[in-house]
């Protein structure tokens, strides 16, 4: 669990710099990343602590009550988000790096100072990488998404930063990503709790 922690941390922070090299805004910066911040608490409480014991306990019960409260808790957080219309999670700076960044790429790759140009030739390469999946389709993002976070950050980051009213393609990415994900999730958890219950039969 210390170790996911230290996963989430490292990654809010490489996340503000991120943020800070894009939008060159502190005020921008320390909101995403409170944003980022504050999420991940919750999410941690419920996929590490929750989930873990519900599913344990209830079976495919619990997995069903569990989808139910992703659903409503998720539905709530993103009526709220198009309510206040912040962009708390750098929706804009994800569209603005998909617009621009092969632009810093062919800066980088031709640079007069060589020592700037192989120094930053890794970077260089995984951004253009990066790049070619965000403007590759929103399939591939639909996926990664709904596994690595959850429906509230799938859907936010397939409208491209748009606030206008949620519309049937929202609503199915919404419905789907919860499902997908949980399921996923649930997956993962089960091998996780056979593994530890298979464990404890030897104490």
Avoid at 68 to 93: C, P, Q, T
Avoid at 113 to 119: D, H, Q, T, V
């Amino acid at each position: 669990m210390s170790q996911d922690i230290t996963i989430i941390i490292t990654g809010l922070v490489i996340l503000g710099i991120i943020i800070f090299l894009i939008s060159k805004n502190l005020k921008r910066t320390a909101q995403v990343m409170s944003g980022w911040g504050i999420y991940e608490a919750y999410n941690f409480s419920v996929d590490f602590v929750l989930w873990p014991v519900l599913q344990s306990l209830y079976g495919f019960y619990g997995i069903l009550v569990l989808i139910i409260m992703a659903l409503i808790n998720n539905f709530i957080i993103l009526f709220w988000y198009h309510r206040k219309k912040v962009d708390w999670f750098g929706v804009s700076e994800v569209e603005a790096l998909k617009a621009k960044g092969h632009l810093w790429v062919h800066q980088v790759s031709n640079h007069e100072n060589l020592i700037k140009r192989f120094s930053l030739y890794l970077p260089a390469k995984l951004l253009q990488f990066m790049i070619w999946l965000l403007n590759k389709n929103d399939v591939f993002a639909f996926v990664t998404l709904s596994v690595w976070q959850d429906s509230f950050i799938t859907t936010i980051f397939l409208r491209h930063g748009s606030f206008e009213k949620l519309d049937r393609r929202d609503y199915f990415i919404f419905v789907f990503s919860t499902i997908f994900g949980c399921l996923g999730w649930s997956l993962l958890m089960q091998v996780i709790i056979t593994i530890i219950r298979a464990i404890l039969v030897f104490f």
